[in-house]
T-cell receptor, first 112, second 111 residues
């Protein structure tokens, strides 16, 4: 298996634009996590899904953020409209066993 | 509370042992984990320990858990330059699936 695949790896956009980050899970994994990493706040859990169902979205900053799992192997994280303070590295991770997460390489977002 | 705390930075000479410390506050934690993040990459699971264990050894890695003091440590024997990275400890509570990460310890291995 190729591991968790995220795209794009890098994105630079202007304030107000819509950003969509994508994630392909490892086959057979049933949990999906979206994290955000910044120097100031460290690693923050935004949302996680079990079996395609959102379980905890308490980390989603505000209504501008939304996440979906249209099927068992794919997820999107959308920011609309984007703001400079959203600049961060966004990680997707999948899991089959509790606590054993497999992370993607991350999507580095810069909002100007 | 759910805080997991780590020191920010550790510098060590190649060949020496590294010890990275972590404290957590939630006594209901069932599994505790150590993850490694190399520059420009995602986190990678190194090892984990169940809360009813005191110690776990895996090649150069030794995990020690003091449940009374809620203190977790990771010892890396014979530290190599490739061990330079950020190390995160994390906990999961019983019945849950949500990992709570510490802030990470940046380890710099000097030749």
């Amino acid at each position: 298996d190729a591991g968790v695949i995220q795209s794009p790896r890098h994105e630079v956009t202007e304030m107000g634009q819509e950003v969509t980050l994508r994630c392909k899970l490892i086959s057979g994994h049933n949990s999906l996590f979206w994290y955000r990493q910044t120097m100031m706040r460290g690693l923050e859990l935004l949302i996680y899904f079990n079996n395609n169902v959102p379980i905890d979205d308490s980390g989603m900053p505000e209504d501008r953020f939304s996440a979906k799992m249209p099927n068992a192997s794919f997820s999107t994280l959308k920011i609309q409209p984007s703001e400079p303070r959203d600049s961060a590295v966004y990680f997707c991770a999948s899991s089959q066993l509790r606590g054993e997460l497999f992370f993607g390489e991350g999507s580095r977002l810069t909002v100007l | 509370g759910e805080d997991v705390e780590q020191s920010l930075f550790l510098s060590v000479r190649e060949g020496d042992s590294s010890v990275i410390n972590c404290t957590y506050t939630d006594s209901s934690s069932t599994y505790l984990y150590w993850y490694k993040q190399e520059p420009g990459a995602g986190l990678q699971l190194l090892t984990y320990i169940f809360s009813n264990m005191d110690m776990k050894q895996d090649q150069r890695l030794t995990v020690l858990l003091n449940k009374k003091d809620k203190h977790l440590s990771l010892r890396i024997a014979d530290t190599q330059t490739g061990d330079s990275a950020i190390y995160f400890c994390a906990e999961v509570k019983e019945g849950g699936n949500k990992l709570t990460f510490g802030g990470g310890t940046r380890v710099l291995v000097k030749p």
